[in-house]
């Protein structure tokens, strides 16, 4: 009991500002918030146990079209978040690669689009969430250890062959403080070449937090910093807002063709994805 009150008085030391008035809001959130985890957990255990006689990635096909895709939208709901696109999101066929700034932007593009996300290790390895966010259609990889990336390549791009399933990964490695994008890493371009997908730069911008054009000072309400604040409290945190605004802005796309056309590899790729992402960002 001891250990849980300590724990308690923890997270909520980490977010002094939070109201009296905002408690109920977070309370009935977070109770929402589980109830959908744990369903959206139930089905796709349950809906792995039906699909065990058929081909290996069946499963991983309907699960994120039908059981994914639906319980993102419904927890961007919960979070009071809601977006404004400047074009069609593509259903298939297609590599999504963005700015990075916390987990409500993999959020946003799982709702928009049924696809599988590229994330780090360290999330995997985080009790419970981890493998919440296995279910919910992440593949992992430990970019400390460049030796495995190889190997995560070639299981994506299998995946991607056989499910024909969407899938986003964030050149920056990591994220960054919602304004400023850091530098692209290439390696994971070569999903792109592997798999003959168009490649699609994107943009995802925070304009508005509670109804307020956002700024220096609340972006952090939604900006997720892991070195700064733990993902849970986080959460909590963004939970006694009322809402939130993104815009995703789709690029122009970078087909096979135009791959084959200008002999392109990964590095170049990378190069004209980074700089387009980056020209976008700065009209905001």
Same mark, same amino acid.
């Given at each position: 009991?001891?250990?849980?009150?300590?724990?308690?008085?923890?997270?909520?030391?980490?977010?002094?500002?939070?109201?009296?008035?905002?408690?109920?809001?977070?309370?009935?959130?977070?109770?929402?918030?589980?109830?959908?985890?744990?369903?959206?957990?139930?089905?796709?255990?349950?809906?792995?146990?039906?699909?065990?006689?058929?081909?290996?990635?069946?499963?991983?096909?309907?699960?994120?079209?039908?059981?994914?895709?639906?319980?993102?939208?419904?927890?961007?709901?919960?979070?009071?978040?809601?977006?404004?696109?400047?074009?069609?999101?593509?259903?298939?066929?297609?590599?999504?690669?963005?700015?990075?700034?916390?987990?409500?932007?993999?959020?946003?593009?799982?709702?928009?689009?049924?696809?599988?996300?590229?994330?780090?290790?360290?999330?995997?390895?985080?009790?419970?969430?981890?493998? +919440?966010?296995? !279910?919910?259609?992440?593949?992992?990889? =430990?970019? $400390?250890? #460049?030796?495995?990336?190889?190997?995560? /390549?070639? %299981?994506?791009?299998?995946?991607?062959?056989?499910?024909?399933?969407?899938?986003?990964?964030?050149?920056?490695?990591?994220?960054?403080?919602?304004?400023?994008?850091?530098?692209?890493?290439?390696?994971?371009?070569?999903?792109?070449?592997?798999?003959?997908?168009?490649?699609?730069?994107?943009?995802?911008?925070?304009?508005?937090?509670?109804?307020?054009?956002?700024?220096?000072?609340?972006?952090?309400?939604?900006?997720?910093?892991?070195?700064?604040?733990?993902?849970?409290?986080?959460?909590?945190?963004?939970?006694?807002?009322?809402?939130?605004?993104?815009? +995703?802005?789709? !690029?122009?796309?970078?087909?096979?063709? =135009?791959? $084959?056309? #200008?002999?392109?590899?990964?590095?170049? /790729?990378? %190069?004209?994805?980074?700089?387009?992402?980056?020209?976008?960002?700065?009209?905001?």
């Amino acid at each position: 009991m001891n250990k849980f009150k300590d724990y308690s008085t923890k997270i909520l030391s980490q977010y002094n500002d939070i109201s009296l008035r905002t408690v109920p809001r977070v309370l009935i959130k977070t109770l929402v918030f589980l109830f959908i985890i744990i369903v959206g957990i139930l089905s796709s255990i349950l809906l792995k146990i039906l699909f065990l006689p058929f081909r290996k990635y069946r499963f991983v096909a309907i699960n994120t079209k039908y059981i994914i895709n639906s319980v993102s939208k419904i927890l961007l709901r919960i979070f009071g978040v809601s977006i404004r696109i400047n074009n069609t999101v593509p259903k298939n066929d297609t590599i999504f690669v963005s700015n990075h700034w916390g987990y409500l932007d993999s959020l946003a593009l799982m709702a928009l689009s049924p696809c599988m996300v590229l994330s780090n290790t360290s999330i995997k390895n985080m009790f419970l969430i981890g493998k +919440v966010m296995e !279910l919910m259609g992440f593949l992992f990889v =430990d970019r $400390a250890r #460049n030796t495995t990336i190889p190997n995560i /390549i070639d %299981k994506t791009t299998l995946i991607l062959n056989e499910t024909k399933l969407n899938f986003v990964f964030f050149p920056e490695g990591g994220t960054n403080d919602g304004v400023q994008m850091r530098s692209f890493s290439t390696s994971f371009f070569q999903i792109g070449l592997n798999t003959h997908y168009d490649i699609q730069p994107l943009t995802i911008n925070i304009l508005e937090v509670n109804g307020s054009k956002v700024t220096d000072k609340n972006i952090d309400y939604v900006v997720f910093h892991g070195h700064t604040i733990r993902l849970i409290p986080h959460i909590l945190q963004l939970f006694t807002l009322k809402s939130i605004v993104l815009q +995703v802005d789709l !690029l122009t796309p970078i087909t096979p063709d =135009d791959i $084959a056309k #200008n002999n392109w590899n990964r590095k170049q /790729i990378g %190069k004209k994805c980074e700089e387009d992402i980056k020209r976008s960002l700065n009209k905001y």
